[in-house]
């Protein structure tokens, strides 16, 4: 019969859930990124001379400074999020490679800095579903408040 | 009648660190966070898409420069709400494993929330996927 001869084929059923948990994790960031990459270049790209933008004419703006701001507005979000993927990223691929080494090489302070850099990744989402949350609250209250 | 005692080598105490009982506790605060958060927002946009989904998403296919049709805002609809579901789902009974796993001092608890931690990254590894190929389409 084959043995396992795999680098982790000593460990117990929590370290082997934990690596394979954080093999998953390495794939799942690099997919995740490439899918981000993909949405804030299609945002850009987005035909923004296509939208009829009513004039502010109480503020004195002109449709094409709205037009401008609009675009200012996009290359704001555009930015944020490069950022907020390049961090979440960089915190899920850190849990990673530090758990697949820690586990590998029975070193189990390298282990818990990766389980720490996991719960910064869902802290981050967290924050930003909190954000999410009041946004869309608020959002809310501003519908009905118009009517 | 005999009964045969639980082997003890799992038992966490002797492998895990207060360091990781910390960070698993912080892991199990966020993602049980992000599970409450995610499940009241899909309620407050599933909620209106049942009202009126179907006038809203015509609306926003005629929309000038939307570059797509209504089969296909729905199509989009239905595979982000599946893998928000899912992923919720996993992030939500792996904060309560990491939990009890720490609370119970049990290493098998803590492997279970880590294997649904794993379906949480595969149901975004799927969800990614398709978003990809869905912007990449579009430059097409």
Same mark, same amino acid.
């Given at each position: 019969?084959?043995?396992?001869?795999?680098?982790?084929?000593?460990?117990?059923?929590?370290?082997?859930?934990?690596?394979?948990?954080?093999k998953?994790?390495?794939?799942?960031?690099?997919?995740?990124?490439?899918?981000?990459?993909?949405?804030?270049?299609?945002?850009?790209?987005?035909?923004?001379?296509?939208?009829?933008?009513?004039?502010?004419?109480?503020?004195?703006?002109?449709?094409?400074?709205?037009?401008?701001?609009?675009?200012?507005?996009?290359?704001?979000?555009?930015?944020?999020?490069?950022?907020?993927?390049?961090?979440?990223?960089?915190?899920?691929?850190?849990?990673?490679?530090?758990?697949?080494?820690?586990?590998?090489?029975?070193?189990?302070?390298?282990?818990?800095?990766?389980?720490?850099?996991?719960?910064?990744?869902?802290?981050?989402?967290?924050?930003?579903?909190?954000?999410?949350?009041?946004?869309?609250?608020?959002?809310?209250?501003?519908?009905?408040?118009?009517? | 009648?005999?009964?045969?005692?639980?082997?003890?080598?799992?038992?966490?105490?002797?492998?895990i660190?207060?360091?990781?009982?910390?960070?698993?506790?912080?892991?199990?605060k966020?993602?049980?966070?992000?599970?409450?958060?995610?499940?009241?927002?899909?309620?407050?946009?599933?909620?209106?898409? @049942?009202?009126?989904?179907?006038? +809203? !998403?015509?609306?926003? #296919?005629?929309?000038?420069? %939307?570059?797509?049709?209504?089969?296909?805002?729905?199509?989009?609809?239905?595979?982000?709400?599946?893998?928000?579901?899912?992923?919720?789902?996993q992030l939500?009974?792996?904060?309560?494993?990491?939990?009890?796993?720490?609370?119970?001092?049990?290493?098998?608890?803590?492997?279970?929330?880590?294997?649904? @931690?794993?379906?949480?990254?595969? +149901? !975004?590894?799927?969800? #990614?996927s398709?978003?990809? %190929?869905?912007?990449?389409?579009?430059?097409?």
């Amino acid at each position: 019969m084959e043995q396992d001869h795999s680098p982790v084929s000593h460990i117990s059923f929590l370290q082997r859930s934990i690596f394979v948990s954080a093999k998953t994790a390495n794939i799942a960031a690099w997919l995740a990124l490439a899918s981000a990459l993909t949405a804030i270049t299609n945002l850009l790209n987005f035909p923004l001379q296509q939208i009829p933008i009513p004039e502010n004419k109480d503020a004195g703006i002109g449709e094409a400074e709205m037009r401008q701001m609009l675009r200012g507005f996009i290359y704001l979000v555009a930015i944020i999020a490069v950022a907020i993927s390049l961090v979440t990223f960089f915190f899920l691929t850190r849990f990673s490679s530090k758990v697949k080494k820690g586990v590998s090489n029975n070193q189990p302070t390298t282990i818990s800095e990766g389980l720490r850099s996991l719960g910064s990744y869902f802290k981050i989402w967290g924050i930003l579903m909190m954000l999410a949350m009041i946004f869309f609250v608020l959002s809310a209250l501003g519908l009905l408040l118009r009517g | 009648m005999i009964q045969e005692e639980e082997p003890q080598e799992d038992i966490f105490d002797d492998d895990i660190s207060d360091a990781d009982k910390t960070a698993l506790l912080e892991i199990s605060k966020w993602t049980r966070v992000i599970s409450a958060i995610g499940f009241a927002i899909s309620v407050m946009v599933v909620l209106p898409m @049942l009202l009126d989904g179907s006038a +809203a !998403l015509k609306q926003q #296919a005629a929309m000038p420069g %939307a570059n797509t049709t209504y089969s296909k805002l729905v199509v989009d609809f239905f595979i982000n709400f599946l893998a928000a579901a899912t992923m919720l789902y996993q992030l939500y009974k792996s904060s309560n494993l990491f939990l009890n796993g720490v609370q119970q001092q049990n290493s098998n608890t803590l492997a279970q929330g880590f294997i649904h @931690l794993k379906n949480f990254f595969i +149901a !975004l590894i799927v969800f #990614a996927s398709v978003r990809m %190929a869905i912007n990449l389409l579009n430059f097409i």
